[in-house]
């Protein structure tokens, strides 16, 4: 079982920096793919941003490629997600999602991952 807790979020205007955290249990986070989703309101949950084991691999949702940065730091079981250029679509509930080894779901959707935080609330004024 993993348990993640993200933090970071908050009120900021557009154009401005926001970054947040995710913060896991246990000593086998770096056996985990981890990945950044975001839920607005009256919409489903899109994948903004994944990370593999090593950091080796990087994935990124379109609209997000150039803005947002994931890494990770295994030492500290923590993964990041700095987002700089932020506009308000951008606003939604942010969460951080760890997906097994073995897991056959696309690590690009929702599906794709086991364990889930509680998410962050971000919200980008005009």
């Known amino acids: 079982q993993v348990q993640l807790v993200e933090s970071g979020g908050g009120l900021v205007q557009a154009g401005g920096s926001l970054r947040l955290s995710c913060a896991t249990s246990?000593?086998?986070?770096?056996?985990?793919?981890m990945g950044w989703f975001r839920q607005a309101p009256g919409k489903g949950r899109e994948f903004v941003a994944a990370?593999?084991?090593?950091?080796?691999?990087?994935r990124y949702e379109d609209s997000v490629k150039d803005r947002f940065t994931i890494s990770r730091d295994n030492a500290k079981g923590t993964v990041y997600l700095q987002m700089n250029s932020l506009k308000p679509e951008d606003s939604a509930v942010y969460y951080c999602a760890a997906r097994a080894p073995g897991t056959w779901s696309s690590w690009l959707a929702a599906s794709g991952y086991d364990y889930w935080g509680q998410g962050t609330q971000v919200t980008v004024s005009s």
């Open positions: 990370i593999s084991t090593s950091g080796g691999t990087i």
């Open positions: 246990g000593r086998t986070f770096v056996a985990y793919t």
